[in-house]
């Protein structure tokens, strides 16, 4: 391919295949660009600033760069990116935040009461600005599980495929993250 027109019209994982092949940074940049937005909105997610999506985002690409030949082309390459993402963060906030959030729930979080609604209606009914605290005092696997479900729409196929699980283990995840969420929100003051 010798010009940049050519290099645009290449598909994800074509041009994957030929970043591996050539560690060409030109090439890399192609992909950064058609990326950098979707990478960025899910690093703003579990960050606390722009500042921090922006270094999150940094440090994604940076990781990428030297993971990408890890990419086997199986499934879709913005869906492996999404995975590969969200994991990337929930490491980063559990390596940051997790002993900060420990000392403030001593021990497990409090069983959901029977007679609380953990469903997904009872989910949207929360406030925004309390359920974001909440979300931040969650597991960050949970947080991810959510945020995918729920913020960026994915259906339970997809959440399957990003994340390697079964469709009755996604469905038990989102359920025992929604009682976790509603369980530390009603504590909230």
């Not at 390459?77 to 590969?84: A, D, E, I, N, R």
């Not at 953990?118 to 600005?129: D, G, M, N, P």
């Amino acid at each position: 391919m010798n010009s940049n027109e050519d290099i645009s019209l290449l598909s994800d994982n074509d041009l994957v295949q030929k970043i591996v092949k050539t560690n060409d940074s030109q090439l890399f940049a192609v992909l950064y660009d058609r990326h950098v937005s979707l990478v960025y909105n899910k690093c703003y997610g579990f960050a606390s600033s722009k500042e921090e999506a922006q270094d999150l985002t940094h440090d994604v690409f940076i990781k990428l760069f030297v993971k990408l030949r890890t990419f086997k082309g199986t499934s879709k390459f913005s869906t492996w990116l999404y995975s590969f993402t969200y994991n990337f963060c929930v490491n980063y906030v559990t390596r940051n935040n997790y002993k900060k959030n420990e000392k403030n729930f001593e021990g497990e979080f409090p069983d959901v009461d029977e007679d609380v609604d953990t469903s997904e209606s009872a989910l949207f009914e929360l406030k925004a600005e309390k359920l974001a605290k909440a979300m931040e005092l969650i597991d960050p696997n949970d947080k991810m599980i959510l945020l995918m479900k729920y913020q960026d729409d994915f259906s339970i196929n997809e959440i399957q495929e990003s994340l390697n699980l079964s469709s009755s283990a996604v469905k038990m995840r989102l359920k025992r993250a929604r009682e976790k969420v509603i369980s530390v929100y009603k504590n909230l003051k």
